[in-house]
Each structure stands twice: as structure tokens, then as C-alpha cells.
């Protein structure tokens, strides 16, 4: 860690009220709350209103971690979205967000990295932060999967879930706290497990690609299943590695809440409970970028971890993409 350390200075999330159980959708696909609860260890999900969309949820999101930064919104002089379900294709859903906040002329664009988008931006953001050109950035995971599914497809649609988490960056003097060395991965010869298929100038718009619903997430969970497994477990073991701790020394393990048994597979291979592992797919799914900020804002509401802990951070999605990063807490 550089003698400027980069902070998490304070957090929020906005999660739809809206609840959909798992009986819910059983009346909308083929299928049931046993299967989906065995599977993936989800038993409801948010899903977000008609005027709701990655831009309003990120934005109420970043309201709260500037509220909780104890900071005002004029002090924000970046703005970075992660999302793969943005408002629109052009312009950025940060720039929407920008615009919402009602903040200065200050830098704004998404980064696309799927899952991976929270621990993308949290780099991105905390490398431009150790430029010394900005003071504080927003990062934000925000998603209206909702929007992308199919809900004609049984094996995708029961498995996500909108929401938004958000964090402000700022400097500190103090060496050695905030955020440690991060790693990041990207395989894109695996593009074809997990994507959404038109839309882009591949297949752009058409009669044709809408009935053939081309415009929906795709997967192959099978095969994205046992990458997500071993991608996570080695990224973990690395980015404990590479910033010379052990499993022993992180009080709190935040994975990507993609599948319960992908979770409980990491830890096993750590050699961890599960009592360090925090998990909330049950209430959530899958929320994708919003993810990893969602859970890492109720575990310290939960008091999980505090000031001087180490939280491990943890993530895949499609690109292929995926990664591991440590932040030693201190707020
Ligand atoms: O966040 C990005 C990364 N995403 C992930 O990490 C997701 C990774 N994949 C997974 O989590 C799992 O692969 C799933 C939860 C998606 C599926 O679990 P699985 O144990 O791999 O099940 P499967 O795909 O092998 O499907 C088993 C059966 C199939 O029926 P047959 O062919 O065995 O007769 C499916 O048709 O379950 C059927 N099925 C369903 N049945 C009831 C698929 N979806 C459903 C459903 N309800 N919703």
C-alpha cells in the first residue's frame, strides 16, 4: 500500500421494495421454491418499479454513502458506474447519476465487467485516487437485471435481483489502511457462457432479434458454475497471498452472492466457516455489480467486521471476468 491510502469513507445501498418470492415466480415459470432454494440458495429477490433503473437506485445509493462520508456532494469529483443493465446504451449511467445528484461538471463513466463490475470500479476508482487529481469518488454497483431477463427462461430468471450499493472513496494520511492490492481477471475467449446477444452492432435491433429474444441475459450455468467455482477459489488464495496475509487474518470473507454452494466451496477450500462468509443471497439473488457493496454495507451494519479488520472482497461474471480484493476497514 502507497503512504496515501485509499479509503472507504462511507457507503449506501437502495434495494426495491418490492419482493418477489420464490411461490411468486412459480406461477410464472415452471418451476418451484424447492428447486430454487437447493440450487442457489435463493428464497426472494427485489425487483425494481417501472421508474426505477440503474441510474435512480445508484444515485439514491451514493446519496446515503456521501451522507455517511460525512462529506458534501460538492467534494465529489468522480463518478464511476458499474452495471451491465444501464438506463440506456449512450450516454453513461454515471452521467446520469451525475446529473440526479445535481453534482458539478466533475469526470463520469460505467465500466462493464458483469459481476466483477463493484471490485472493477473499486481499482478503477482507487488507482485515479492515487493519481492525486481527484479527493474523493463515488463507486457504484447498480442494476435493474430485471430488464435484461427473460422470463420465458426458467433456468436464468429466478436468479437475479435489482439493487444498487455505492461507496465514496477518499485519501487518508495513514499508512497501510483502506484498500490493499486488488486483482483482476478477464478470460473473453469464454464470452459465449454468459451474455446477452443483441442489441450491440453484433445484432443490432430488429423485429427479427427481439421474437428471437436475443435481447436477453444468456447463460450456461453449468459451465459458468464450475469456472466460478475454481476462478473464485484461486483469486481468493492469491489476493490474500499478495498482500502477505492469511485466511486467519481476514475477520470477514464478502463473495459475489451468485450461488450458495459456490460460496460454501470457497470456503471450504479456504479452510473457513461459513461463520465468516456473509451471505444474503437468500434475500436478494444475484444483483450482479450491486452485489459485493449491498452485502459489504449490511455486514458492517451487522457489525461483521470494524476499524483496523481486514474484509475480503471476491467476484465473477461474464467476460469472462473475475477478483479478489482486501480492504482493511476504517470507518
Ligand atoms: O453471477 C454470475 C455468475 N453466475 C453464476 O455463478 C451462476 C452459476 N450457475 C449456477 O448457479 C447453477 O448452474 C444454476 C443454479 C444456474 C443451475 O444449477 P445446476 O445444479 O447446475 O442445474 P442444471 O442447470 O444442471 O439443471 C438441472 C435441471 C435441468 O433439468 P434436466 O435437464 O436435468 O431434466 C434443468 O432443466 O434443472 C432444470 N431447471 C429447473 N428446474 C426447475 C433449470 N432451471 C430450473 C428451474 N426450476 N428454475
Same mark, same amino acid.
Given at each position: 500500500m502507497s503512504a496515501a491510502s485509499v479509503v472507504i469513507s462511507g457507503m449506501g445501498t437502495s434495494i426495491p421494495d418490492k419482493v418477489v418470492t420464490n411461490s411468486d415466480l412459480s406461477r410464472v415459470v415452471d418451476t418451484s421454491d424447492e428447486w430454487i432454494r437447493s440450487r442457489s440458495g435463493i428464497a426472494e429477490r427485489r425487483l425494481a418499479g417501472e421508474k426505477e433503473t440503474a441510474s435512480t437506485m445508484g444515485a439514491a445509493a451514493a446519496e446515503k454513502a456521501i451522507a455517511d462520508a460525512g462529506i +458534501?456532494? $460538492?467534494?465529489?469529483d468522480l463518478v464511476i458506474v458499474g452495471t =451491465? +443493465?444501464? $438506463? =440506456?446504451?449512450?450516454? +453513461?449511467t454515471a452521467c446520469l447519476v451525475q446529473a440526479q445528484l445535481g453534482l458539478t461538471p466533475v469526470a463520469a463513466f460505467d465500466v462493464i465487467a458483469a459481476c466483477s463490475g463493484f471490485l472493477y470500479v473499486l481499482e478503477t476508482g482507487t488507482q485515479l485516487m492515487r493519481s492525486g487529481n481527484y479527493r474523493n469518488a463515488l463507486i457504484i454497483g447498480s442494476e435493474k437485471m430485471s430488464s435484461i431477463l427473460d422470463w420465458q427462461d426458467r433456468s436464468t430468471c429466478v436468479l437475479f435481483g435489482d439493487g444498487a450499493g455505492a461507496a465514496v472513496l477518499s485519501l487518508s494520511d495513514t499508512p497501510n489502511i483502506g484498500v490493499g492490492q486488488i486483482l483482476l481477471r478477464a478470460d473473453g475467449s469464454k464470452m459465449d457462457l454468459l451474455n446477452m446477444p443483441a442489441g450491440g452492432a453484433c445484432i443490432p435491433p430488429s423485429a427479427e432479434s427481439v421474437s428471437a429474444r436475443q435481447h436477453f441475459l444468456k447463460m450456461n450455468g453449468k459451465e459458468v458454475f464450475k469456472h466460478a467455482v475454481r476462478e473464485m477459489g484461486d483469486i481468493t488464495l492469491e489476493t490474500i497471498e499478495k498482500n502477505g496475509l492469511t485466511p486467519e487474518d481476514i475477520k470477514c470473507f464478502i463473495p459475489h452472492q451468485a450461488n450458495i454452494r459456490i460460496i460454501e466451496s470457497i470456503a471450504k477450500r479456504l479452510g473457513? +466457516? =461459513? $461463520?465468516r462468509f456473509y451471505v444474503n443471497i437468500d434475500r436478494y439473488g444475484n444483483t450482479s455489480a450491486a452485489s459485493i457493496p449491498i452485502a459489504m454495507w449490511e455486514a458492517r451494519q451487522k457489525g461483521r467486521f470494524g476499524p483496523g479488520d481486514n474484509v475480503l472482497l471476491t467476484a465473477f461474471g461474464a467476460g469472462l471476468t473475475w477478483g479478489g480484493a482486501i480492504v482493511r476497514w476504517t470507518a
Amino acid at each position: 500500500m502507497s503512504a496515501a491510502s485509499v479509503v472507504i469513507s462511507g457507503m449506501g445501498t437502495s434495494i426495491p421494495d418490492k419482493v418477489v418470492t420464490n411461490s411468486d415466480l412459480s406461477r410464472v415459470v415452471d418451476t418451484s421454491d424447492e428447486w430454487i432454494r437447493s440450487r442457489s440458495g435463493i428464497a426472494e429477490r427485489r425487483l425494481a418499479g417501472e421508474k426505477e433503473t440503474a441510474s435512480t437506485m445508484g444515485a439514491a445509493a451514493a446519496e446515503k454513502a456521501i451522507a455517511d462520508a460525512g462529506i +458534501s456532494k $460538492d467534494e465529489i469529483d468522480l463518478v464511476i458506474v458499474g452495471t =451491465m +443493465s444501464p $438506463d =440506456m446504451p449512450f450516454p +453513461s449511467t454515471a452521467c446520469l447519476v451525475q446529473a440526479q445528484l445535481g453534482l458539478t461538471p466533475v469526470a463520469a463513466f460505467d465500466v462493464i465487467a458483469a459481476c466483477s463490475g463493484f471490485l472493477y470500479v473499486l481499482e478503477t476508482g482507487t488507482q485515479l485516487m492515487r493519481s492525486g487529481n481527484y479527493r474523493n469518488a463515488l463507486i457504484i454497483g447498480s442494476e435493474k437485471m430485471s430488464s435484461i431477463l427473460d422470463w420465458q427462461d426458467r433456468s436464468t430468471c429466478v436468479l437475479f435481483g435489482d439493487g444498487a450499493g455505492a461507496a465514496v472513496l477518499s485519501l487518508s494520511d495513514t499508512p497501510n489502511i483502506g484498500v490493499g492490492q486488488i486483482l483482476l481477471r478477464a478470460d473473453g475467449s469464454k464470452m459465449d457462457l454468459l451474455n446477452m446477444p443483441a442489441g450491440g452492432a453484433c445484432i443490432p435491433p430488429s423485429a427479427e432479434s427481439v421474437s428471437a429474444r436475443q435481447h436477453f441475459l444468456k447463460m450456461n450455468g453449468k459451465e459458468v458454475f464450475k469456472h466460478a467455482v475454481r476462478e473464485m477459489g484461486d483469486i481468493t488464495l492469491e489476493t490474500i497471498e499478495k498482500n502477505g496475509l492469511t485466511p486467519e487474518d481476514i475477520k470477514c470473507f464478502i463473495p459475489h452472492q451468485a450461488n450458495i454452494r459456490i460460496i460454501e466451496s470457497i470456503a471450504k477450500r479456504l479452510g473457513v +466457516s =461459513m $461463520d465468516r462468509f456473509y451471505v444474503n443471497i437468500d434475500r436478494y439473488g444475484n444483483t450482479s455489480a450491486a452485489s459485493i457493496p449491498i452485502a459489504m454495507w449490511e455486514a458492517r451494519q451487522k457489525g461483521r467486521f470494524g476499524p483496523g479488520d481486514n474484509v475480503l472482497l471476491t467476484a465473477f461474471g461474464a467476460g469472462l471476468t473475475w477478483g479478489g480484493a482486501i480492504v482493511r476497514w476504517t470507518a
